[in-house]
């Protein structure tokens, strides 16, 4: 599930992937389960909008290392 990620176009953090979700740029989204509940709503909110599945990641430091950076993740996108 996560190699998508390694290995495909990407869009990392929230607010970078609210504003490509707008654009129908995302094909498909990643949530962290821990993340903030405001960011789980704004990215659910926008991505239910557009009719984009979600798949659920376990958490943000998960997310984080599947995307090859450094910090703690809460939401990314794999860009259409």
Do not use: P, Y
């Amino acid at each position: 599930m996560l190699e998508k990620l390694k290995n495909g176009k990407k869009v990392v953090g929230t607010r970078r992937l609210i504003r490509a979700i707008e654009a129908g740029e995302i094909s498909e989204i990643f949530l962290a389960r821990d993340a903030d509940l405001f960011i789980r709503r704004q990215v659910t909110d926008a991505a239910n909008s557009k009719g984009i599945r979600i798949t659920e990641v376990d958490t943000m430091k998960l997310l984080g290392e599947a995307c090859g950076v450094e910090v703690k993740t809460a939401s990314a996108g794999l860009l259409a």
